[in-house]
């Protein structure tokens, strides 16, 4: 499995943007799903977005429309697009990626996100 490291996350005025970005330490090529979920303080982890190898995405209806994932395999990246960002969006954001084949999960520490009105 690969070990993930979020970053980017910081303190926006509502309406701003900002890009999240998941760097891994190998190879991304081969990974199933990833995708990027947020938890803010006493709330369940929630999934933002996702997105398959095949280059398929799923949004989170609060977020559709406003954010976009991508990977970029070339990189071992993926990244999160945030923009009209809401005082709502300002959580812990962690990444993660789902190897089914190898059968291998794996999360990142978090960046924080913080949007002010």
């Known amino acids: 499995q690969v070990q993930l490291v979020e970053s980017g996350g910081g303190l926006v005025q509502a309406g701003g943007s900002l890009r999240l970005s998941c760097a891994a330490s190998?190879?991304?090529?081969?990974?199933?799903?990833m995708g990027w979920y947020r938890q803010a303080p006493g709330k369940q982890r929630e999934l933002v977005a996702a997105?398959?190898?095949?280059?398929?995405?799923n949004y989170a209806d609060p977020v559709t429309g406003r954010f976009t994932i991508s990977r970029d395999n070339a990189k071992n990246t993926l990244y999160l697009q945030m923009n009209s960002l809401k005082p709502e969006d300002t959580a812990m954001y962690y990444c993660?990626?789902?190897?089914?084949?190898?059968?291998?999960?794996?999360w990142g520490q978090g960046t924080q996100l913080t949007v002010s009105s």
């Open positions: 993660n990626a789902v190897h089914a084949v190898a059968g291998w999960t794996s």
């Open positions: 190998g190879s991304i090529f081969s990974i199933n799903v």
């Open positions: 997105i398959t190898s095949g280059g398929s995405t």
